[in-house]
Nanobody, 123 residues
């Protein structure tokens, strides 16, 4: 079992930066592909980014490429999402997720979800 707890959300101005953290518990974390999704009311959950178990490979959704960076520290059982050049359309609830395999961007392939953290980009 893996339990995920996000933190770091909040209000930020357009063009600003924010870093989200996801603390994981469970013995399988260090061998799991991890990722971030986001969701706005009335829309489907959207894939943001994923990272291989060893942190050596990452992949991103088109809307965040070049602006967001995912990383992980397996010694701390934590995944991070560094967000820069934030736009109002990045406003959403951000969810940490454990994925079945590297390369997947589908909600159906998520094995565990965090509870979500709100990110609001507004002046």
């Amino acid at each position: 079992q893996v339990q995920l707890v996000e933190s770091g959300g909040g209000l930020v101005q357009p063009g600003g930066s924010l870093r989200l953290s996801c603390a994981a518990s469970g013995r399988t974390f260090s061998s799991s592909t991890m990722g971030w999704f986001r969701q706005v009311p009335g829309k489907e959950r959207e894939f943001v980014t994923g990272i291989m178990w060893n942190g050596q490979n990452t992949y991103y959704g088109d809307s965040v490429k070049g602006r967001f960076t995912i990383s992980r520290d397996n010694a701390k059982n934590t995944v991070y999402l560094q967000m820069t050049s934030l736009k109002p359309e990045d406003t959403a609830v951000y969810y940490c997720a454990a994925l079945r395999f590297y390369g997947s961007s589908r909600s159906e392939d998520v094995t565990h979800w965090g509870q979500g953290t709100q990110v609001t980009v507004s002046s």
